[in-house]
């Protein structure tokens, strides 16, 4: 069954202290850094500017490095999903489907999605947005982090 809590307009998850605290901290304290070393230049305060950007690259891929496990995991449960949901002459084509269509698939209930990978496969739906604005009934999902 759907979840009508969520839908393509309101499917995106904003985890507040990454988004509001962490990131725009960082990213200040980085052009705070670069504007106290052009102002007094010294081999320490560049230093400083190198160790603020050195944080800020180490925070984004502490975020991002288990997104992209979590997209694996999800393209592994799409394909087995595919594999049992498809007809036969579409479920040899599984493999035809890209990262993003197959991530964005997992918001598809069961019931439409031999349509929507019929059409992804005919290239009527080539990005993910449209594949989730082709949805009509939303199947949320709320463990993505």
């Known amino acids: 069954m759907a979840d009508k809590s969520q839908s393509y307009e309101s499917h995106r998850r904003w985890f507040p202290a990454w988004h509001f605290?962490?990131?725009p901290v960082l990213l200040i304290n980085v052009f705070v850094f670069a504007v106290h070393a052009v102002r007094n230049p010294s081999l320490w305060n560049w230093w400083l500017v190198v160790v603020s950007i050195a944080i800020l690259v180490a925070a984004l891929a502490s975020r991002t490095m288990p997104?992209?496990?979590?997209?694996?995991l999800?393209?592994?449960e799409e394909r087995t999903r595919l594999g049992a949901l498809l007809p036969p002459e579409l479920r040899g084509r599984v493999g035809d489907l890209n990262e993003r269509q197959l991530i964005a698939?997992?918001?598809?209930?069961?019931?439409?999605v031999p349509e929507l990978?019929?059409?992804?496969l005919a290239g009527e739906l080539k990005a993910s947005t449209d594949i989730k604005r082709a949805i009509k009934n939303w199947r949320a999902d709320h463990f993505r982090v």
């Open 21 to 23: 605290f962490v990131t």
């Open 67 to 72: 997104l992209r496990a979590q997209d694996r």
């Open 74 to 76: 999800i393209r592994f």
């Open 117 to 120: 990978v019929r059409r992804c």
């Open 105 to 112: 698939l997992r918001f598809a209930p069961d019931d439409e």
